[in-house]
């Protein structure tokens, strides 16, 4: 018989309902049973976590880090940035390209994280994320005869609910307004959404910012869509150009892509403050960013906060925003009930907290963090990407 979990007396906040109550989450270890002021009182039996004085949201959703160590030496595994961090679900974003995603998947399988884990995966044959980007330094990130379109179709079709699009890297071959691997990914992505790098990558060209932004579809993904030197702002005005407003405009999608150096608060601001904030919250998590400046989801949530954007759209951009992002809104991103039982829970810390963003530190009077998550039922208390005096308690 399934243990009945209650989560009670948290401010819970569910921005697809718009809901923002003190009140009850209630879980079958499948799916959400009740939600709402007084609701555990129907479920005697149930086991109690006491939630007073914290925030219950749907489970947090990390549309973008790497979480496969054994593929190159850049990725941290699925718990770190997962479950230990008070996030049930975390999507990697393209460690891996076709000849070893099966591989992926399988250690997956053998390793039996508590986190659920999707993918955007590299429509090149061989890609893997590394430090010292290889696949770029050794230039078969922008060889077409890597491109292995019949494989990502294959891939795509032999695992749609665990591939959920593609993450390209818009290189060219000569024409610095076309890229092959963009165009490819395109002609068989169907309505699978591509997510992009915005800016350059190093030791391979890609093809100009203008062009990757007139190029991608409505529901592709920007992501690092706040770093600096992206092109995104014009000069010297530094407004966003057109071809990021027509962009945003007809409906693609704005990710922060945290990473080390990949989101830089001045850009978000002079962007949020033209009328373009952030339509997803993402950590780009991986070893070389986990414990500086990155932390945890819920740090990368606090520096949007601490940018005026109201806590209800952060989380939003956390949960429903990305549901809608990966074309999981029907499973994940609310705490409908019926829906799976993740949900996380998170503490307003008030008072002096430094935000960076690596470069510019940031005096806010608040931040997030992490105090656990339910995924699939199970109660997991998070144990990283906290306070240090958080962590000792």
Known sequence: MSTITALTGGRVIDPANDLDVIGDVVT???AILAVGPGAASAYPQAERIDCTGLLVTPGLIDMHAHIYPGLGNFCVGPDQAGVERGVPIVVDGGTSGTATMQIALD?????????????FMDPNSLYLATHDFICHKLEIANDVRNLDLEGAAEMIERHPDRIIGFKVRACHTGDPESSPFLNGAMSIAGDLP????????????????DALLDTLRPGDIITHAFRGASGALGRPERLPTDHFRAAADRGVRLDVGHSA??????????????????????????????????????ETMSKILALGIGLSDVIAMATINSA???????????????????????????????????YE?????????????????????????????????
Not at 275 to 295: A, L, W
Not at 366 to 373: A, F, I, Q, S, Y
Request: proline fraction near 7%; charge should be negative; charged fraction near 25%.
């Open 28 to 30: 079958d270890g499948a």
């Open 261 to 298: 150096t990949d989101f830089r608060f001045r850009d978000a601001r002079e962007i949020i403050d033209a009328g373009y904030p952030p339509d997803t919250i993402s950590t780009d998590m991986n070893r070389f960013n986990i414990d500086h400046p990155v932390v945890s989801l819920q």
């Open 324 to 358: 809608t992002s990966i074309h999981r809104e029907h499973e994940f991103g609310t705490l409908t009930v019926g829906r799976g039982a993740d949900v996380s829970v998170l503490r307003i810390e008030k008072g002096p907290a430094s935000l960076t963003d690596g």
């Open 361 to 393: 530190v940031v005096e806010a009077n608040e931040r997030l963090v992490p105090v656990g998550c339910l995924r699939a039922g199970e109660w997991i208390a998070a144990t990283a990407g906290l306070e240090p005096a958080l962590a000792a308690a």
């Open 194 to 209: 591509i997510m992009v790098h915005l800016g350059r990558f190093p030791h391979t060209p890609s093809i100009t910012t």
């Open 107 to 119: 250690w997956i399988d053998a390793a039996k994280p508590k986190t659920r884990v999707l993918n």
